[in-house]
């Protein structure tokens, strides 16, 4: 699937109580590749990866995803705050893995994979919403990672977390992205942003100003918004 089409949004809109909070919005996501989505507070980022994921129906437009059936392409999206279910670790991951349709060895070894992999053997056994904000999310990462989807969106992923939780997330991040997962992200770290994006979107206001390489956009962005946004980066 390498390079192939896995998601197209073409031209999004949604409006709430006669608000536009997204006009226009199309783009693609390629197979393998790491796109990040840049914008100030509200500009419509999360809705937008909502959107995206399914989780909400846009007022205009439409979101098409590769494949159909058994061959569709399989998407996953981590939150800022991981949703967990009030079981253990092990139970959580497990879950997921059937609600995907899995079942006896397959289920076990990839659960006990996914707990291999994330490092999280030793907290197997422990209540998932007992575990601290950094290993909840390592949690929810090997969550998805568990149901190998081509596809991962992921809202701020490491917002709440310290530099050593968050190196880890990106690392593994980048190892996805190595075997071949397509990533598609939001952050107010730039830092985080450089490292990771391939491509960026810069949005504002609900709408798509600049779609460019990351290393362009951090150069040399090209609408006043996306120069204003990366002016305000904190350099202490
Ligand atoms: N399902 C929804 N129904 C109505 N309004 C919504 C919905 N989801 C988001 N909004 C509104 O859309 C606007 C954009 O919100 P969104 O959370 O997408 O912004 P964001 O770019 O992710 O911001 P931040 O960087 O602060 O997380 C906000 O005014 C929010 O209240």
Redesign the pocket.
Known sequence: MSGDCLLRAENIGFE?RGVA?LRGVSFEVRAGRRLVIL??????????L?ICHGL?APSQGRVVRAGEGVRAARQAMVFQRPVMLRRSVRANLDHALALQGLSGPDRKARCEAALERFGLMPLAGRGARLLSGGEQQRLALARAWATRPDLLIL??PTSALDPASTRLIEDSLLQFSAEGMALVM?T?DLGQARRLGEEVIF?DRGQILETTPAPAFFSAPVSREARGYLAGELLW
């Open positions: 709430a909070l914008g100030p507070n509200g500009a419509g980022k999360s809705l937008l909502r909400i809202d701020e939001t107010h949005l």
